[in-house]
């Protein structure tokens, strides 16, 4: 059997560095992308972690008010 291309072999050999040049270009971009999603995935874990901390912060505050009115409240009773 006869191959397709007919020619010289340099006739074709830019273009398959090209479709090379192409095919690396798309692994190194889906390398980055995927870079991308693991970076994003730990930002997003942090940033949860991070919230949870807020709200038990806000809590706690929130608790050492209440019992700080109580604590008043039965010293002005007692009285």
Avoid: C
């Amino acid at each position: 059997m006869t191959d397709a291309r007919t020619g010289s072999k340099y006739l074709y050999q830019p273009f398959e560095v090209a479709h090379e040049r192409i095919d690396a270009n798309a692994r190194v971009q889906q390398e980055r992308w995927n870079a991308l999603e693991r970076r994003l995935e730990h930002m997003e874990t942090t940033l949860i972690r991070l919230d949870r901390r807020l709200w038990l912060a806000a809590a706690a505050v929130v608790t050492f008010v209440l019992t700080q009115g109580v604590r008043a409240v039965l010293q002005f009773s007692t009285i």
